[in-house]
C-alpha cells in the first residue's frame, strides 16, 4: 500500500511539474492542482496507513495519528481557494493581453 | 512567560480587516482612517512588546491554554518584537501615502492592507513551522490582491508570474513540511530544534533534504538569486504604497531563514548545525551582483528601486551568511535602514512619476519640474542612503556588516561584492539623479506640481532613516542582545516547551 501511495504521489508530481512548465496558462492551472493534490497526499500520509484505528489516543489502544488530517484539511481549504484565484487571474490575464501565454504573448 | 500582549499585533489587524468588510459601501472617510488608526495603533502595541522583551525575557502565548508541543504557541523575543516594531512603522508611512489617492479604487484596497499585516504580525510570531506556512499563505493571498490592485496588463502580468511562483512556493513548504512532521512528529520550531539533534542517523539524509527544501521556500521570499527574478516585475509595476508594503515582504523570507537557521540548524544541532552555512553566503553575494547589474539596466525609477530591494536582501543574506552574533547585530540594523530607504524610493518614484507628465518616472530626459528642487533634495536625500554613503542609515549599515566580516574565511569576497556593488549603485543612482533633475527637455511638459503633502509620507521614511543614525547606538545594541539571543535558543526553548497555563518564567 505505501509503495502504491508513493508511486501515486511521485506521478502526481511529475505531472504536476511537467504541466506546469509549459507556455500557457491553462495547463500551468492544471499542474499547480496536480501538484497540491499530490502534496495533500503526502501530507495525509505522512501519519502513516493505519486501518480500523480511532484518532482517539486511549491507553493501550492503536490511534490513527489526527494531526496530518487537520493539517491537510488546512492544506486542501488553501489550495482550494488558490486554484479559485489562479483561474480568474488566468482569464484576467487573458483577457487583458490579448492571449493566453503566461508572458501574455510569444515573443513578450 | 504567558502574555496576552503577544496576540494583540494579530488580533488588531485582523479585526480592523473584518471591520472594514463590514463596513462595505459607507463614507471612505471613515474607512481610511480606520485603516490609518489601527496601524498608527499597531506602532504603540510593537513598542510595548518591544519594551516587554527588552529584557530578554521570551514571551510565549498559548492558543486556547494548550501546553506547548500540542497546541499551538506565538512567541515574542527580541528578533520577531524588532520584525513587528519595523513593518508597524512601514505600514503606517505606506497608509498614510496611499490615502492620499494611492489607494484608489479604496474600497478593498484597506481590507487587504490590514490583512497583508496580520499575515506579516503571524509570520513573525508564531512559534510553530505549519503556522508560518499558514501566515505566509494569509500575507501572501492578501499581497495578491494588493498587488493586481488597480489592474492594467503590466502588473497583471507579473502578477501572473507572482502567484504561480508563490504557489509553487507553497507547494514546496507544505512537502517539506510534511516530511519534517513524517520523521520528526513535531511542527513546534522548540520542539523540532530539540528533536532535530537526535534525528537517528538512517534518517539523516531525508531531514537534511527537508531543511534544504525550507531553504528554498525561504529564498524565494527573499529573492535570494536565482531565485530573485519575480521581484522587479512584480514590485516595479505595482502601486507605489503596495510596493512601498512590500519592502518588508522579502524581509520574511530573510526572517525565515534567519529563525530556522539558528534555531533549528543551530550549533546544538549535532550532524545538522549549519546545515545552510555553505549555501547562504555564495548565493548572498550573487544576488548583491545580479541585483547591481539590474540597478544599472533599469528603464524607470521604480523597477531602479525593485532591484535595489534585491541588492538590499543580497546585502542582508550576506550579513545572515557570515555567521556569529556580530553579522547577525549588523544584520537586523541593515534590515531596518533598508526596509524605510527602500519603501521611501519607491513612494518618491511615485511622487515624481504623477510630477512629470507623459515621461512618468522613465530615467530619460523630461520637464523642468515646478517644484523641483525639494523634490532633488529629497531624491538626494533618500539615495544617499540607499547607496550607502556617509552619514546616512546605509553607510552604517554596511560598514558594521563589512566589520562583522572581518576575520571570518569569506571577508575578501563580500569585501569585494559589497564595495563595488556600492559603488556602482552610487553611479547609477547618481545617473537617474542627473536625467530626473538635470537634464531638462524643453518640449516636454510636466503636469500639475507635486503636492507637498505627497512628500510627508516618503520625508517620514526618510527622517526614520536619520533616526536611525541618530540612535546608531542603543539600537545597534539591541541588535546584538537580539542575535545573542538567537546564537543561544536555550531560553526560547525553555520558554515555549516549559511554559505551562501558570506560565513559567525562563
Known amino acids: ?108 | 512567560m504567558m502574555s496576552h500582549l503577544v496576540i494583540v499585533p494579530l488580533l488588531l489587524p485582523l479585526l480592523a480587516g473584518i471591520i472594514l468588510v463590514l463596513l462595505g459601501k459607507s463614507a471612505s472617510t471613515l474607512r481610511r482612517s480606520l485603516s490609518l488608526f489601527s496601524t498608527l495603533l499597531l506602532i504603540a502595541v510593537a513598542l510595548e512588546l518591544m519594551l516587554r522583551v527588552g529584557d530578554g525575557s521570551v514571551l510565549v502565548y498559548q492558543l486556547g491554554n494548550w501546553p506547548a508541543p500540542f497546541g499551538i504557541v506565538l512567541v515574542a523575543d527580541r528578533l520577531a518584537a524588532i520584525m513587528v516594531l519595523i513593518t508597524a512603522i512601514l505600514a503606517a508611512c505606506a497608509a498614510i501615502y496611499s490615502v492620499r489617492g494611492g489607494d484608489q479604487p479604496e474600497r478593498n484596497f484597506h481590507i487587504l492592507f490590514q490583512l497583508q499585516l496580520f499575515g506579516l504580525n503571524g509570520a513573525f510570531l508564531t512559534g510553530d513551522l505549519f503556522n508560518l506556512f499558514v501566515f505566509f499563505e494569509v500575507l501572501l493571498i492578501a499581497s495578491y490582491g494588493l498587488l493586481l490592485h488597480g489592474g492594467g496588463p503590466e502588473r497583471i502580468r507579473a502578477g501572473l508570474h507572482y502567484v504561480v511562483l508563490n504557489l509553487v512556493g507553497s507547494i514546496l513548504f507544505l512537502f517539506a513540511v510534511g516530511t519534517l512532521y513524517g520523521l520528526l512528529g513535531t511542527l513546534n520550531m522548540a520542539d523540532l530544534a530539540q528533536r532535530l539533534a537526535n534525528v537517528a542517523p538512517q534518517d539523516l539524509g531525508v531531514v537534511r533534504a527537508a531543511g534544504l527544501l525550507l531553504f528554498v521556500v525561504f529564498a524565494l521570499k527573499a529573492a535570494l538569486a536565482p531565485l530573485h527574478l519575480w521581484l522587479p516585475g512584480a514590485y516595479g509595476y505595482t502601486s507605489a504604497p503596495v510596493a512601498a508594503m512590500f519592502a518588508i515582504m522579502t524581509k520574511v523570507g530573510a526572517y525565515a531563514i534567519l529563525r530556522v537557521h539558528s534555531l533549528m540548524f543551530g550549533p546544538d544541532a549535532g550532524p545538522l548545525a549549519g546545515l545552510l552555512q555553505p549555501w547562504l553566503l555564495p548565493l548572498a553575494l550573487i544576488t548583491v551582483v545580479a541585483g547591481t547589474v539590474g540597478v544599472l539596466a533599469s528603464q524607470r525609477l521604480s523597477q531602479q528601486a525593485a532591484y535595489l530591494v534585491v541588492v538590499s536582501a543580497g546585502t542582508l543574506l550576506t550579513a545572515f551568511g557570515i555567521g556569529g552574533s556580530e553579522a547577525f547585530a549588523a544584520g537586523l540594523y541593515y534590515l531596518a535602514h533598508t526596509t524605510f530607504a527602500a519603501a521611501a524610493l519607491f513612494l518618491l518614484a511615485d511622487v515624481l512619476g504623477r510630477a512629470r507628465g507623459a515621461t512618468h518616472d522613465r530615467l530619460v530626459s523630461g520637464p523642468e519640474l515646478p517644484s523641483g528642487q525639494l523634490l532633488a533634495g529629497v531624491f538626494l536625500l533618500i539615495a544617499l542612503a540607499v547607496g550607502g554613503m556617509p552619514p546616512l542609515s546605509g553607510f552604517i549599515g554596511k560598514w558594521l556588516i563589512l566589520q562583522a566580516s572581518m576575520g571570518q574565511p569569506g571577508m575578501p569576497w563580500v569585501f569585494g561584492v559589497l564595495l563595488v556593488t556600492s559603488l556602482l549603485v552610487i553611479m547609477a543612482l547618481a545617473r537617474s539623479g542627473t536625467l530626473l533633475f538635470l537634464k531638462i527637455d524643453e518640449g516636454a511638459i510636466a503636469s500639475a506640481p507635486a503636492r507637498a503633502a505627497d512628500l510627508g509620507a516618503p520625508l517620514v521614511l526618510a527622517l526614520v532613516g536619520i533616526g536611525l543614525v541618530v540612535y546608531a547606538g542603543p539600537l545597534y545594541e539591541f541588535g546584538q542582545a537580539a542575535a545573542i539571543q538567537l546564537s543561544q535558543p536555550g531560553n526560547y526553548l525553555a520558554a515555549v516547551l516549559q511554559s505551562t497555563a501558570g506560565g513559567v518564567s525562563p
Open chain 1, 1 to 108: 500500500m505505501e509503495a502504491l501511495l508513493s508511486i501515486v504521489i511521485g506521478f502526481l508530481t511529475a505531472c504536476g511539474v511537467y504541466l506546469a512548465l509549459r507556455g500557457r496558462t491553462f495547463p500551468v492551472v492544471l499542474g499547480l492542482t496536480l501538484m497540491s493534490y499530490a502534496v495533500n497526499l503526502f501530507l495525509f500520509v505522512m501519519g502513516r496507513l493505519t486501518i480500523g484505528a480511532p484518532p482517539i489516543i486511549r491507553e493501550g489502544a492503536s490511534y490513527a495519528d489526527p494531526l496530518p488530517q487537520a493539517l491537510v484539511l488546512t492544506a486542501i481549504v488553501i489550495s482550494f481557494g488558490m486554484t479559485a484565484f489562479v483561474v480568474i487571474l488566468a482569464l484576467l490575464a487573458r483577457a487583458e493581453l490579448g492571449n493566453d501565454h503566461v508572458d501574455g504573448g510569444e515573443n513578450g
